[in-house]
Structure formats: C-alpha cells, structure tokens
C-alpha cells in the first residue's frame, strides 16, 4: 500500500498501528495524521513505559523506512547529535600526502570532505540517501541539557546545517520526527510550538487487555484479564514508580513462559520483580499492600474504574 493510502485518514492510520500490534485512541492517530500532512514534528510526554518510543519504531515499519535514534542524555552536544570529523583518518591521509608534495591547501580540501565526515544521528536524518524520508526519534529530550534544545530549534525549523569546510546540506524531504519526553524537567515553549503535542496516558482496562492480546496473543484470555485488572490496580498505590505498559507486557511474557494460566498469591509474589522496579516499592508493597488480605484480593480480582490523568 503507498504511503498516501496509509495516511489518507485518521482511521487508516488507526488500522495501520493496530495491524502493527501498537494499539492508540483516535486523538494520537489524529496528532500522527496531522504531522505528516503538516511536516510538523510530534511531541510525546508521558510516564515511562507507556508506548511513546514505540510510536516512533511502528511508524518506521508502516513507512517501511529507516529509523534513526538520537538517545539524549546530560552533556549532549552538537558533535555527537550531529556531526564530527575522523580526526584519525585525516591524520592517516595527511600523511600520504606530504609524501605526494601536495600543499597545505590542497590537503585541506581533501581531508574536509564526506568521506572524512562521521555523520551522527541528525546529520544522517539531512542526507538520508533512502527513497522515503527516515523516522528520526529524538527520545527523552527531557535528559538533555537545555543548551541542546535551543540548538535543536535551528534543525528542526529548515532541517539544514551549515558545515564551514563543506557548506550547507539542506534535506530535499523532511523527516518524520518523533520527540519524547518522561517530563523529567520541562521543555521549553519555543520548542513546544514547533510540534504538534500530545500526552500518553496509561491506559484504561479495556486497553490494557487489547495490547497484551495483540503483543501476547498466546496468554490466556483469563489471565489477561486478571493481569490488566492488577496492573490498573496497582496503580493507585503511592509508588515511587507505577509500573507502565512495558512491564505489563514484560509480566505477560514472564507468566507465558513460565506455563501460568491463573494469577494467584505465589505467582505474584515470585515475579514482583516484572512490574516494580524499585527496592522502596518492592518492600511497601510486600508490607503494607500484599500483607493485607482486603488489599490482595482486591489487586486480584476487583477493578476500580478511575485511573491517573
């Protein structure tokens, strides 16, 4: 299928990330729509593990096109998002060089050219040489200095940079850019408002159940169900890190794996580790939540219809 069939409406992009085992509501596939049409980038906040990444890598395999990742973390800078020089293979051809009698400005104009140019994920997404434009995620931008935001305003408005010994490289087509944050720190509005905005929530129960049936399809439809009741559940506890999606998903496959068909006190308890990740929650939920036997059958059995917005 063309990609203008793929994004001709919203609900074609809804059935595209079902087919593709990514589960949404009808306002993110709204936001993707708008993106492509609008070659504005999207920006996705949320808590950790509830499928923002994923939105990215679903997208990439719809357009079956290349992802690039730039992973942000403290200290990022220009060199590494976007491009720096092999300083070792020039040295390597200045040294032939000066056995071939070339002159300083002959050697400077070899030695500064794309082959000796080591392109880092933003440059790569510029010059994508593929038939389709790339996906380039730019993931938990919140762990980056703020520095790096202001120079990421500059790409993300005309995607072009300039290199002083090469000269401008600007992208015939612009990417699909994907930005994520865990809202670690806030972004800043310049930012905001050159994307289109959209927070992912942790899901209700009746989607919970949909994405473990199409990421677990072989757990049991019982088990399912118990799992997303517990895990909607669990989430009303005063954690320091209510589990998401992911380890929803990482518990599924645990239980999978280890041949379980009911959700019962010994299984719980011997794959805590799936779901809370934190020695603090490990042991509030051991002394105050799982001690009581009120409590543990309701994470069990009962589903409380209210979850965190």
Known sequence: MSEQATFCSIDAICEHLSEHRYITDQS?????????????????EGEPGVGKT????????????QLIRLQCYEGLDANSALYEWNYPKQLLRIKMDEQCGLSPEEM???????PYLIKRPLLEAIQSSQGSPPVLLIDE?????????????EILSDFQVSIPEIGTLKATHKPMVVITSNRTRDIHDALKRRCL???I?????????????????????SLTHQVAIFMQNIRQEDLLKKPGISETLDWAEALLKLHRSVLDEETVAQTLGCILKYREDILKFKSSIWADPDKREHLLTSYSNHHDG
Not at 204 to 221: S, Y
């Open 28 to 44: 993110l596939a709204t936001v993707i729509y708008l993106s492509y049409h609008l070659h504005k980038p999207i920006f996705l």
């Open 197 to 199: 905005y959209h927070w």
């Open 141 to 153: 931008l919140d762990r980056a200095d703020e520095e790096f935001e202001a120079f990421l305003l």
């Open 108 to 114: 400077g104009q070899v030695i500064y050219s794309e």
């Open 201 to 221: 929530d942790y899901p209700d129960l009746d989607k919970e159940m949909k994405i473990i049936q199409a990421r677990v399809p072989h757990l049991e439809e």
């Open 54 to 65: 994923e939105v990215a890598l679903v997208l990439a395999d719809i357009l079956a096109t």
